[in-house]
């Protein structure tokens, strides 16, 4: 969707496909579902291909994540499968439970326009044995230790040293 809405234009699946460097079959039913849900639309003919069926500024990634997930929570097992103890500890349950809200509730303030503000990036080049790092080589430490929380922002990742702003023993309400 990302790439629908850097495009603004018709894309065909095998052109997405070949950005990403996945497999266009897999990518077909992922497209089927979002169009199924009113995300994307399908255009047949010569000049067809799918696109976006909304508008990118309220298309959010959190709706599109829990589209695809079908509102599945990641700590319930299917019925009627054993649950492997998480029943038995509570706690980290709930703390799981906070922390997925959480990450939902995030992923509900970025939009598809925010993803694609800044057109697509190069085509991802695929890593080969001679041109990826090699265990001994370290990744380039970030300057900031801190997550960013603003939508407008770019998504990052707290660097690996040291324990990023707001992490640690919290008061949660379990």
């Known amino acids: 969707m990302v790439y629908m809405a850097a495009k603004q234009a018709n894309c065909t699946t095998d052109e997405i496909a070949s950005y990403y460097d996945i497999s266009s079959a897999h990518l077909g039913r992922v497209i089927r579902r979002l169009q199924s849900h009113g995300f994307v639309k399908a255009i047949r003919g010569r000049r067809g291909g799918v696109r976006l069926d909304r508008d990118p500024e309220t298309v959010t990634l959190g709706e599109?994540?829990?589209t695809l997930e079908q509102g599945?929570?990641?700590?319930?097992?299917?019925?009627?499968?054993?649950?492997?103890?998480i029943d038995e500890n509570l706690r980290?349950?709930?703390?799981l439970r906070r922390a997925h809200g959480l990450f939902v509730n995030y992923l509900n303030?970025?939009?598809?326009?925010?993803?694609?503000?800044?057109?697509?990036p190069p085509k991802p080049q695929?890593?080969?044995m001679e041109s990826s790092p090699s265990q001994h080589e370290t990744a380039p430490q970030q300057s900031s230790d801190t997550v960013s929380t603003s939508p407008r922002e770019p998504i990052g990742v707290p660097s690996t040293g040291g324990t990023p702003t707001g992490y640690g023993r919290t008061?949660?309400?379990?």
């Open 171 to 174: 008061n949660l309400p379990y």
């Open 72 to 85: 599945a929570q990641p700590l319930d097992p299917p019925h009627g499968e054993p649950t492997n103890g």
């Open 109 to 120: 303030k970025v939009t598809m326009a925010d993803l694609a503000s800044e057109g697509l």
């Open 92 to 95: 980290l349950k709930a703390v």
């Open 64 to 66: 599109v994540v829990e």
């Open 126 to 128: 695929p890593q080969t």
